[in-house]
C-alpha cells in the first residue's frame, strides 16, 4: 500500500511569499492529486497530474515519476492562501482509491 | 469545473437516531462515488467505494450494516449512519469520479459534519 510524507506539517508565510510544499510517496503511480481544505472543512481539488508540471493561476505542481516526488508552489502569497494542502495518490499501482497524506497547514499572514 | 454538492452540509442528532447523507454530482455523471471520514487533525479516510446500481466495498473495518450506502443513479449516492453514537460525530466527504482510475480526477464534496449527542 502506498505511503505517502508531506512537508512541512504547518507553514507560516508573508503575504507575497513564495510558498514550496512537498510530497513524497512509495509505490509506483498513475497520477498525483493536490488537494486544498478550507477552515469549514470543504475540500477543493486542484491538480491530478501525472509527468511534468501544470500551472493554474498562482498554482504549480510539479512531480518527478523516478523520484517518488511532487511539489506545490504558490507564487506571490495571499492570505486567503490559508488552507490545509493535502497530497493524495492511488493506494496501489492504477487503483482508484487514494490515500492521503496528512496535509500542510499553510497560514498566510498579511 | 465539475461540482459535486452534499446535503446536509451540518446535522446534529440525538445517540440512537439515523442520519441520511446525499451527496450529488451536479453536472456529470458519476460512475463510481467514494465516501471518506475525517476526524478532527487526521487525514481523510477512505470508508466505501460506490458504483451506481451494485453493492458498495467497504474498507476493512467499515461496520456496512452501521454505514449504509445506496448509489441509486449516477448522479446521486447516500449514506446513512444508522443508529449513531458520539464516536460517529466526524466530518463525512464525499467524491465523484467521471472516468477511469488514473484518466479523471475525483470531484469532492464540501463535506458534512455530523454531531451525536
Known amino acids: 500500500k502506498n505511503e505517502v510524507e508531506q512537508s512541512p506539517q504547518n507553514l507560516t508565510a508573508q503575504e507575497g511569499e513564495f510558498i514550496t510544499i512537498n510530497c513524497s510517496y512509495s509505490v509506483g503511480i498513475s497520477a498525483l492529486h493536490w488537494l486544498q481544505q478550507h477552515p469549514g472543512g470543504g475540500i477543493v481539488s486542484l491538480f491530478m497530474?501525472?509527468?511534468g508540471k501544470k500551472k493554474h493561476g498562482r498554482l504549480i505542481a510539479t512531480i518527478n515519476i523516478q523520484e517518488k516526488h511532487s511539489s506545490l508552489h504558490i507564487t506571490a502569497s495571499h492570505p486567503r492562501d490559508s488552507a490545509v494542502y493535502i497530497c493524495?495518490?492511488?493506494?496501489?499501482?492504477?487503483?482508484?482509491?487514494?490515500?492521503f497524506g496528512k496535509g500542510t497547514k499553510l497560514t498566510v499572514n498579511p | 469545473g465539475a461540482v459535486v454538492s452534499q446535503h446536509p452540509s451540518w446535522v446534529i442528532c440525538k445517540s440512537g437516531t439515523s442520519v441520511k447523507i446525499e451527496c450529488r454530482s451536479l453536472d456529470f455523471q458519476a460512475t463510481t462515488m467514494f465516501w471518506y471520514r475525517q476526524f478532527p487533525k487526521q487525514s481523510l479516510m477512505l470508508m466505501a467505494t460506490s458504483n451506481e446500481g451494485s453493492k458498495a466495498t467497504y474498507e476493512q473495518g467499515v461496520e456496512k450494516d452501521k454505514f449504509l450506502i445506496n448509489h441509486a443513479s449516477l448522479t446521486l449516492s447516500t449514506l446513512t449512519v444508522t443508529s449513531a453514537h458520539p464516536e460517529d460525530s466526524s466530518f463525512y466527504i464525499c467524491?465523484?469520479?467521471?472516468?477511469?482510475?488514473?484518466?479523471?480526477?475525483?470531484?469532492f464534496g464540501p463535506g458534512t459534519r455530523l454531531t451525536v449527542l
Open positions: 467524491s465523484a469520479q467521471q472516468g477511469l482510475a488514473g484518466t479523471d480526477t475525483q470531484y
Open positions: 493524495a495518490v492511488p493506494a496501489q499501482g492504477g487503483s482508484e482509491k487514494l490515500v
Open positions: 497530474l501525472s509527468s
